[in-house]
């Protein structure tokens, strides 16, 4: 290994009876990337958290190109070339791109907020970066990749020595995904280290020089990723070895239930003239490039986006939904991609974010029972193997994979009969993914509708019984998943760019 940067010696935490990480050993070199895996709750995210200052390490040591650090805020890290982007975005949307660049150390004149200049610096980023980005544009328009990328752009702006990158192409577009890739291996040639977190194996073995693995808080190995193979990986991320990725998608879809003609909505993005029909007992896949108009699809089916013209039928009943709420008394659920932004009640417990959406269930003679809500609780718990210690833990403290399983959770105590789920394994471990696949395998085996929204395409191909492709805002065609392949879906996805 080159000189090291990095060195993290017997760190441990632990919150409350739960110990998170015991006794972690890491090196990364300089110039080199390393691909940080693991389970949700195995302590990577946490790990990167005690580095950065956001949490303080109960013992161990930090070592920053040899000297010992121990930062106290996530400012001290920055000013000493540390830098982090989160999973889970936190920014000014109401602010302009470049506001959210120099938050903090903005660049003054005589007192003053120096505009042109930030504004010209933010042109200079984003050139170096080869990124078509207009410093002038408030967060708040932009998608969520497009939100992601500007936070990687403000870990480079920095200076870093060393960059932790947590899940970043979780919501990027395969092209962004290969930007992010050219923009690492540039500044690689630099100097720079990164620490890559990702449960995606074939992004670790494309640009990872090493890779780690945690599991249940301890260092499991570390070795060059040329010399590891996936199943390895797989192994000591688990604990036990995969025999495949996908289950065998073996439901048998019945009649048609659910059908939508000539669906148009209202406000930007606009969708047009969207029609399809969907199978009891089906998994249909949604695909398409980001901001094709999966997502808005997904919301007005739910009632949360207004349709201009058209009509959505169940079970041969012409349904107008005016809220979310007039779909789900009618048996429609929708997981949102943005947990964090509107799927969850981060500052409640895991009880009240699964219980939540079906109060009426939990009361006894007309009030709330505090036993039967607790009973729900556990019940999602033990089904969607959530690690946690109790449910009444805050729903925050949870990694994003187990918020994830917290959210499905919730909506299975509904039994719904149409499942809308937009990007349901997102910043999911391989090992919760394949759990998740035969969730969604059994609810369409039970009669279930289900209609997935996902932007990797092996998963789309690898658990689907027919594909829906989106381009720009319309309907590029349906096919079935057992005849098509990688090429037929992004022929689609292009055909009205």
């Given at each position: 290994m080159s000189e090291l940067v990095l060195q993290i010696k017997n760190l441990s935490k632990s919150f409350g009876k739960n110990k998170v990480l015991d006794g972690i050993n890491l090196e990364v070199g300089e110039g080199s990337v390393l691909g940080l895996m693991g389970e949700n709750g195995a302590g990577k995210s946490t790990m990167m958290k005690c580095l950065f200052g956001i949490y303080a390490k109960d013992e161990g040591q930090f070592l920053l190109c040899g000297k010992p650090v121990n930062f106290k805020n996530p400012k001290e890290a920055l000013e000493s070339g540390v830098a982090m982007v989160h999973q889970e975005l936190?920014?000014?949307?109401?602010?302009?791109?470049?506001?959210?660049?120099?938050?903090?150390?903005?660049?003054?004149?005589?007192?003053?907020?120096?505009?042109?200049?930030?504004?010209?610096?933010?042109?200079?980023?984003?050139?170096?970066l080869n990124m078509n980005v207009n410093p002038r544009t408030i967060m708040r328009t932009m998608s969520v990749s497009q939100r992601q990328m500007v936070e990687i752009a403000k870990a480079v702006s920095y200076d870093a020595k060393i960059i932790v990158l947590d899940e970043p192409t979780s919501s990027l577009t395969e092209n962004e995904v290969l930007k992010l890739f050219s923009i690492v291996r540039d500044l690689k040639k630099?100097?720079?280290?990164?620490?890559?977190?990702?449960?995606?194996?074939?992004?670790?073995?494309?640009?990872?020089?090493?890779?780690?693995?945690?599991?249940?808080?301890?260092?499991?190995?570390?070795?060059?990723?040329?010399?590891?193979?996936?199943?390895?990986?797989?192994?000591?991320?688990?604990?036990?070895?995969?025999?495949?990725?996908?289950?065998?998608?073996?439901?048998?879809?019945?009649?048609?239930?659910?059908?939508?003609?000539?669906?148009?909505?209202?406000?930007?993005?606009?969708?047009?003239?969207?029609?399809?029909?969907?199978?009891?007992?089906?998994?249909f896949g949604l695909y398409g490039l980001v901001g094709a108009g999966r997502s808005e699809l997904l919301e007005s089916l739910f009632g949360v986006r207004t349709i201009s013209t058209g009509t959505i039928s169940y079970a041969g009943k012409k349904?107008?939904?005016?809220?979310?709420?007039?779909?789900?008394?009618?048996?429609?659920?929708?997981?949102?991609?943005?947990?964090?932004?509107?799927?969850?009640?981060?500052?409640?417990?895991?009880?009240?974010?699964?219980?939540?959406?079906?109060?009426?269930?939990?009361?006894?003679?007309?009030?709330?029972?505090?036993?039967?809500?607790?009973?729900?609780?556990?019940?999602?718990?033990?089904?969607?193997?959530?690690?946690?210690?109790?449910?009444?833990?805050?729903?925050?403290?949870?990694?994003?994979?187990?918020?994830?399983?917290?959210?499905?959770?919730?909506?299975m105590e509904r039994s719904p009969e149409v499942f809308l789920l937009d990007e349901p394994t997102r910043g999911i471990d391989v090992g919760a993914k394949y759990e998740i696949y035969q969730l969604i395998i059994r609810m369409a085996k039970e009669g279930k509708t289900i209609i997935v929204v996902s932007s990797e395409m092996p998963e789309i191909l690898g658990?689907?019984?027919?594909?829906?492709?989106?381009?720009?805002?319309?309907?590029?065609?349906?096919?079935?998943?057992?005849?098509?392949?990688?090429?037929?879906?992004?022929?689609?996805s292009a055909m009205y760019l």
């Open positions: 936190n920014q000014c949307l109401d602010r302009s791109v470049a506001d959210n660049l120099y938050l903090g150390r903005y660049p003054k004149k005589f007192g003053v907020i120096d505009e042109a200049k930030m504004l010209k610096d933010s042109i200079n980023l984003f050139a170096s630099k100097g720079v280290s990164f620490v890559y977190i990702s449960h995606k194996m074939d992004e670790i073995f494309q640009i990872c020089d090493q890779v780690a693995v945690l599991r249940d808080g301890k260092m499991i190995m570390q070795k060059n990723s040329e010399e590891t193979e996936m199943g390895e990986l797989i192994t000591a991320m688990v604990g036990r070895s995969l025999d495949k990725r996908f289950p065998d998608v073996d439901n048998v879809p019945g009649d048609y239930c659910l059908e939508v003609n000539n669906l148009s909505t209202r406000y930007a993005p606009n969708l047009e003239n969207i029609s399809f029909k969907v199978r009891k007992g089906e998994i349904l107008h939904f005016s809220s979310s709420k007039d779909a789900m008394e009618h048996g429609f659920a929708l997981v949102t991609e943005e947990r964090k932004l509107n799927g969850m009640f981060g500052k409640d417990t895991i009880k009240f974010n699964t219980v939540i959406t079906n109060l009426e269930s939990y009361k006894t003679g007309g009030i709330l029972s505090e036993r039967k809500m607790a009973e729900a609780a556990d019940r999602e718990i033990v089904q969607m193997h959530t690690k946690c210690v109790s449910s009444d833990e805050l729903i925050s403290s949870l990694s994003g994979g187990n918020q994830q399983k917290v959210i499905i959770g919730k909506w658990i689907t019984n027919r594909i829906a492709v989106m381009s720009n805002h319309r309907l590029a065609g349906i096919v079935d998943t057992k005849t098509t392949d990688q090429e037929a879906l992004l022929k689609l």
